[in-house]
T-cell receptor, first 115, second 112 residues
């Protein structure tokens, strides 16, 4: 089925470890996003990529890096995980930049725990 | 604080009743979107209403937007147990490039 695929679904890290969250979409969307969801906080934008080859910081970028590998894939890296990064991470994509008739398509999320 | 804030935080109704959720925001918007999230799943886009629209329908969903009051409401008519989920509003602010801000959500429980 077409959509946004995130891996892994669950992960437990020790403080200081690194990992990369993977995201791929097969809808030929230009824009891709990484959000984190914490209880009582709603979703907060970490990084986004308006198009292949570009990335920009969102609301809470500290401690994260991203790579827009190609049009399909957008990865999120935690270089040195901290307990404050315990969260559920969602990747999303959108039809086109500047075309505001469409909402986001979200992946099913990665539940990350940092101990 | 969040750009979009939903009210109530939680809502419990009987199957067949209507459910109304409200969203208030602070700054001018280009559009407002509503999403549903089932427990443990990603968000699913329900409906988008532009700033120059006042009302929009999609199946059992009705969304209104009052830009003078900076508020929106989502009405789900004839609710079903399968509507049990959290509902989020998201606003795209005018002038903001590719940035959409989500509220904290309303948790809806529909009792069979």
């Amino acid at each position: 089925n077409a959509g946004v695929t995130q891996t892994p679904k669950f992960q437990v890290l020790k403080t200081g470890q690194s990992m990369t969250l993977q995201c791929a979409q097969d809808m030929n969307h230009n824009s891709m996003y990484w959000y984190r969801q914490d209880p009582g906080m709603g979703l907060r934008l970490i990084y986004y990529s308006a198009s292949e080859g570009t990335t920009d910081k969102g609301e809470v970028p500290n401690g994260y890096n991203v790579s827009r590998l190609n049009k399909r894939e957008f990865s999120l890296r935690l270089e040195s995980a901290a307990p404050s990064q315990t969260s559920v991470y969602f990747c999303a994509s959108k039809e086109m930049t500047g075309l505001e008739n469409y909402g986001y398509t979200f992946g099913s999320g990665t539940r990350l725990t940092v101990v | 604080s969040q750009q979009g804030e939903e009210d109530p935080q939680a809502l419990s109704i009987q199957e067949g009743e209507n459910a109304t959720m409200n969203c208030s925001y602070k700054t001018s918007i280009n559009n407002l979107q509503w999403y549903r999230q089932n427990s443990g799943r990603g968000l699913v886009h329900l409906i988008l209403i532009r700033s120059n629209e006042r009302e929009k329908h999609s199946g059992r969903l009705r969304v209104t937007l009052d830009t003078s009051k900076k508020s929106s409401s989502l009405l789900i008519t004839a609710s079903r147990a399968a509507d049990t989920a959290s509902y989020f509003c998201a606003t795209r602010t005018s002038g903001g490039y590719q940035k959409v801000t989500f509220g904290t959500g309303t948790k809806l429980q529909v009792i069979p």
